[in-house]
C-alpha cells in the first residue's frame, strides 16, 4: 500500500469515528501484556521444565524398558545383599563376637571406671618397687647398713670397757686413747646409735608404711576384679578388635543395614510390583498431575496465540509513565542535550519565540506529564549558527524532556501517548536526533494553526549545507488531535520507518533511513509571536516507552 492511500484511509476511518481510542488500545496491550508475562513466568518456571522433562521420558521407548526393568531385579545377588551376607558373617566372628559381648558388658564398665582411679594408679606404682628386685636390693642394704651400725656401737663399748680396766691405762699414749673412747662414748651422735640401729628395721622404715599398704591393695576386691578382667582372654580379644579392620567393616556395615535406604530399598527389592514402590513410578504419577496443572493447560492452550505475536517479536527497553512526584531525572534531561553538555545550561534554537526553562514549564499530576507552553519574561541563550551563542530576552517560556544521557537505540519501536492543544503558532514535537543535529526523525510534529493534521518526516545530510540536505514529510490529516490523547509511534527497521497513530499505518519512507542510535526528545513551544490571551497552553504525555527486535 502506498502513502497516498493510507493517508486516505486513515482520513476516512477519523471521519467515520473507526480509529480505535488510545485508551481501550491500552487497555487491550496491557492484558495481553500481563498474559505475555504470565505466558514467560510459566515457560521459565520449574514446573513446566520439570513437565517437559517427564513428558520427553514417558514418551519415549526407554521409559518401557526402564519399567521391565524394574520388576526382573531381585534381592539375591544385589551389592546390598552381598553386604548383609559379609555383615552377618563378621557379626558371628570370635573377635567381631567377643567385642560386642565385652562392649556392653559390666566387666568393662568396672574395668573402664577403675582404670583412671586414684587406688589402681597407686597399686600399680606400689607394685612396680615391691615386686622388683629394687625392693630386694633395699631390704639387703637396709641389713647391712643395720649390722655395720651394730657392729661399730658394739666394737667401740668393748674397746672403751677394756680400756678402762687395762693396767696401761695409766700410759699417757694409753691415757689418751681412752679419753678419746670416754669422750665418744658420751657423746649424743653415739648415744642415738641404738635408736638409728631401731630405725634400719624394715618394719620401722617408710618403705614397711608403703608395703602394707600395697599388701591392702592387692587384696582389695575391686582392684583384684579388674586385674582379673584385664588379664582374661576376652579382654585381649576386645584389646585387638578395637583398632582391628574387621571390626571397622562391621561397624561401617553395620550402620549401612540399619539405615532407612537399606531397609526401604531391601523391602523394595523383594516386592513381587515392585514398579509401584519405584521412583519411577513416583515421577510417573507426578507427570500425571503436572499435567492437569492449570496453568500447563493454559500455556500450551496459548504459548502460539497471535495475540502475543508483538511480544515475541519486541522486547520492551525503555519506559516512563511519570508515576513519580517529579521528573526521573536518571532518564530524562530537561533541556537540550547539547546544552547541558556544553553550557550545563539550557539554550533555544534563533527561530524559537520560547525559552526552555530548567524543568520549570514541566509539570506531573496523577501520571501525566504536562509540558506547559506560558507567557513569562526572561533571559536565555539562543543558538545561531552563524552566530553561535548569545543572550536574548523571551516573552514565552515552555519546556522540553529527552533521553540524550540515559537512552539512545538503533532500530526498535519508539511511541508516546499524547494530548495536544491548539493555538495559533503553538506547536508539540516527538522527534529523535543521534549525537549530531542531522538525521532527524519526526514521530510527529504538531502546529496549532491545523488541529486537524500532524507531520511526519525524515531529515537527513550536511546541516551547514542547504544543498546537501535531503529533507521528507508528509502531512496527516485526520481527526482534531486535541480532543482526547493518540498513541504516536515509529517502528523503523533497517530501510524503512512507518509511522502508526493509535495502531493504524499512516505513513512510510524507504529513503532518510538513519543509520546510528538516536535518543527521544518531547517538547512544546512556539514559532511565531502569539496573542496572550491563548496561553497557557499544554502537551499532556501519558507515557513513552521504546522496543527492540529480540
Sequence with gaps: MNNAFLKTRFRILSALGLVPGSDSIEKKENAIEREYDHLIQIQQSDELARYEELKNYFRSGEFKKKKKEIN???????EPYRKEKRFNKLRNSEPVKTYLKVSDSKELDHYL???DSDRLNRFFELKEFFESSQFEKFKNSLKNKRKDKQKEYKDTLAEYKKQRKSKKSRDSESSGRLNELEKKVNSDEFKQIPEEIRNLEFKNTEEYGKYQEYKRLKKDKDIKKA????????????????????????QDLKDYIESDDFIENKGYLKTRN???????????????????????RWYYKNKNAKRFEFFRRYERTFRDTFEGEGIDL??????????????????????????ITEGNNLEINNGLLRIITRREEVEGKVWHPNFGFYPRRFSYTSGLINTGQSFRQKYGLFRAKVKLSHAPHLRHCFWMVPEKILPEVDVFNYSGDKPREI?????????????????????????????????????????ILIWKINGIT????????????????LNSGLNGDINGSHLPKEMQVDWVDAFKER
Excluded at 533541556?335 to 556544553?342: E, V
Excluded at 499512516?506 to 526528545?521: A, D, G, L, Q, T
Design 455 to 495: 507531520e511526519v518526516g525524515s531529515y537527513k545530510g550536511n546541516p551547514d549545507n542547504s544543498n546537501g540536505m535531503k529533507l521528507r514529510r508528509a502531512s496527516i490529516k485526520g481527526p482534531n488531535f486535541t480532543k482526547r490523547f493518540y498513541i504516536f509511534s515509529l517502528e523503523w527497521k533497517p530501510g
Design 227 to 250: 586385674l582379673q578382667f584385664r588379664n582374661s582372654k576376652k579382654f585381649a580379644i576386645y584389646q585387638s578388635a578395637v583398632e582391628s579392620e574387621a571390626l571397622k567393616e562391621y
Design 506 to 521: 499512516v505513513n512510510k519512507f524507504r529513503f532518510n533511513i538513519p543509520e546510528e542510535p538516536m535518543y527521544m526528545i
Design 72 to 78: 526382573a531385579q531381585k534381592y539375591k545377588n544385589t
Design 113 to 115: 571406671r577403675m582404670k
Design 274 to 296: 515392585k514398579f509401584k514402590l519405584s521412583r519411577l513410578y513416583q515421577n510417573l504419577q507426578e507427570y500425571k498431575e503436572l499435567k492437569k496443572s492449570e496453568n500447563i
Design 330 to 355: 536518571d532518564k530524562w534531561l530537561t533541556s537540550y542535550y547539547w546544552g547541558k553538555a556544553l553550557l550545563n545550561e539550557s539554550y533555544v534554537q534563533a527561530t524559537d519565540e520560547h525559552f
